[in-house]
């Protein structure tokens, strides 16, 4: 049973235009959603978190949003460079439980 | 740069080998984590340690073996591996400053043969 899901295992945007990863849960104990970004051959990077009390957190070009009611949240990227080709990972945490539950990850390519 | 050392970065071992993964930091921790990450799947969480004491065992099978001798230092003792074992092997910590937040090293690709 897969409490985080990440439904689209690739994405290619053109650069300069928005990256939008979705990510949907089904735990509602989850309080705690984080986006990491992960190139070939290395661990994966923390990139935005966001607690569940906010519906938006930005870092940059980097936003995150939740949707409570709908269990979804959603990484935007903007503009889109071809730095930003990696893999990205949703990851979830409830409350005291020390531990996160990743989604299955989402390539994204960004095209010239 | 997270701080966070994984040796070796590549290792090819036969299936009646023993050999270890070492994970090191030296920044202070909360806890620290094992992952798995097969081609195409979440990363699955094998291990939780926390204050060298653990904390989760993911029903992970016997023939992987953490061991957590100091806040330092983090180990994964292999011994008869198949070769579904083959993946890629994350050590991840969590820092006093956010309990959510795990940094991840840059893992060992294990190759089973």
């Known amino acids: 049973d897969q409490q985080v899901k990440q439904n689209s295992p690739s994405l290619s945007v053109q650069e300069g235009r928005i990256s939008i990863l979705n990510c949907d849960y089904t735990?509602?104990?989850?309080?705690?959603f984080l986006w990491y970004k992960k190139y070939p051959a290395e661990g994966p990077t923390f990139l935005i978190s966001?607690?569940?009390?906010?519906d938006k957190n930005e870092d940059g070009r980097f936003t995150v949003f939740l949707n409570k009611s709908a269990k979804h949240l959603s990484l935007h990227i903007v503009p889109s460079q071809p730095g930003d080709s990696a893999v990205y990972f949703c990851?979830?945490?409830?409350?005291?439980?020390?531990?996160?539950?990743f989604g299955q990850g989402t390539r994204l390519t960004i095209n010239p | 740069e997270t701080g966070v050392t994984q040796t070796p970065r590549h290792l090819v071992m036969g299936m009646t080998n023993k050999k270890s993964l070492k994970c090191e930091q030296h920044?202070?921790?909360?806890?620290m984590y094992w992952y798995k990450q097969s081609a195409k799947k979440p990363l699955e969480l094998m291990f939780v340690?926390?204050?060298?004491?653990?904390?989760e065992n993911n029903s992970v099978p016997s023939r992987f073996s953490p061991e957590c001798p100091n806040s330092s230092h983090l180990f994964l003792h292999l011994h008869t591996l198949q070769p579904e074992d083959s993946a890629l092997y994350l050590c991840?910590?969590?820092?006093?400053?956010?309990?959510?937040?795990?940094?991840f090293g840059p893992g060992t690709r294990l190759t089973v043969t």
């Open positions: 990851a979830a945490s409830a409350r005291g439980a020390q531990k996160l539950v």
């Open positions: 735990n509602s104990m989850f309080d705690y």
């Open positions: 966001i607690s569940s009390i906010k």
């Open positions: 920044l202070g921790h909360n806890a």
């Open positions: 340690y926390s204050l060298e004491e653990r904390v």
């Open positions: 991840a910590m969590t820092f006093p400053s956010s309990s959510y937040e795990q940094y």
